[in-house]
């Protein structure tokens, strides 16, 4: 169970790695990556773990047992500052992102090399959004200014248009929908996979601490059982 457990979480950790890569423009503290790096750091720890519960258990080892219950109890509240930490950085989320938000929309230029064009026209494809609060917002940037056709990017265009240029003058092919409250709700959305993965696995270490705890308190009180395992006889 914990190497599964263990996989779930490193899985988990790395989507969120991969998913801030697409919007690490718009959130500029790298600082909200610390629980996800906790969380892959526990992953691989519980699956290490895992092994050595299982050679504890199958040898009822005594030592090996009370090692692997305070382990366990170590990384459970580890995984309890991860909530914590989680937590405060999905509430910081929406200031880090009106805070960048602007910026990043001013320095757009058009072009596919440039890193923070990419990441704009990744964002308003992929959450079908326009501009920062709609549309309009792109008449005050560098960008249209310099270009004065009067349009916006082709990623404002509505997927199921195919011959959508962008225009202002036929606003219906255009998402109508901002992007600043839309790449925020998707930053908490990643955050809080973190922590409810952090939750359920604290569960399951509780689960694994109770099982262990069990096993040692039948040794401590049957003598008869700690003869058997031991090999001795009585007397």
């Known amino acids: 169970v914990l190497q599964a457990a263990a996989g779930i979480l490193c899985y988990v950790g790395a989507y969120v790695f991969i998913t801030y890569d697409d919007y690490d423009h718009f959130f500029e503290d790298v600082y909200t990556l610390i629980p996800a790096v906790i969380i892959i750091a526990v992953g691989t720890l519980l699956f290490i773990i895992g092994?050595?519960?299982?050679?504890?258990?199958?040898?009822?080892?005594?030592?090996g047992l009370a090692t692997f219950v305070i382990i366990l109890l170590l990384v459970f509240i580890t995984e309890v500052v991860v909530v914590?930490?989680?937590?405060?950085?999905?509430?910081?989320?929406?200031?880090?992102?009106?805070?960048?938000?602007?910026k990043v929309y001013n320095g757009y230029n058009g072009t596919n090399p440039d890193a923070a064009s990419r990441a704009i026209d990744y964002v308003?494809?992929?959450?079908?959004?326009?501009?920062?609060?709609?549309?309009?917002?792109?008449?005050?940037?560098?960008?249209?200014?310099q270009t004065k056709n009067n349009s916006v990017p082709l990623?404002?265009?509505?997927?199921?248009?195919?011959?959508?240029?962008?225009?202002?003058?036929?606003?219906m092919d255009l998402y109508s929908e901002?992007?600043?409250?839309?790449?925020?709700?998707?930053?908490?959305?990643?955050?809080m996979y973190v922590i409810w993965a952090a939750l359920a696995f604290a569960a399951i270490q509780l689960l694994g601490m109770l099982c262990a705890c069990v096993v040692l308190c039948r040794r401590s009180r049957d003598p008869a059982y700690e003869l058997l395992i031991t090999g001795g006889t009585y007397a």
């Open 51 to 63: 092994l050595i519960g299982c050679c504890a258990t199958i040898r009822e080892s005594r030592c």
């Open 155 to 171: 990623s404002c265009c509505k997927a199921a248009l195919s011959n959508c240029t962008g225009s202002l003058t036929r606003p």
């Open 84 to 102: 914590v930490l989680g937590y405060i950085y999905r509430a910081k989320v929406e200031d880090e992102v009106n805070h960048s938000i602007h």
């Open 124 to 145: 308003q494809r992929q959450l079908r959004c326009c501009g920062i609060h709609n549309y309009s917002d792109w008449e005050s940037t560098v960008w249209f200014k």
């Open 178 to 191: 901002g992007c600043e409250a839309l790449v925020v709700k998707k930053l908490q959305e990643i955050m």
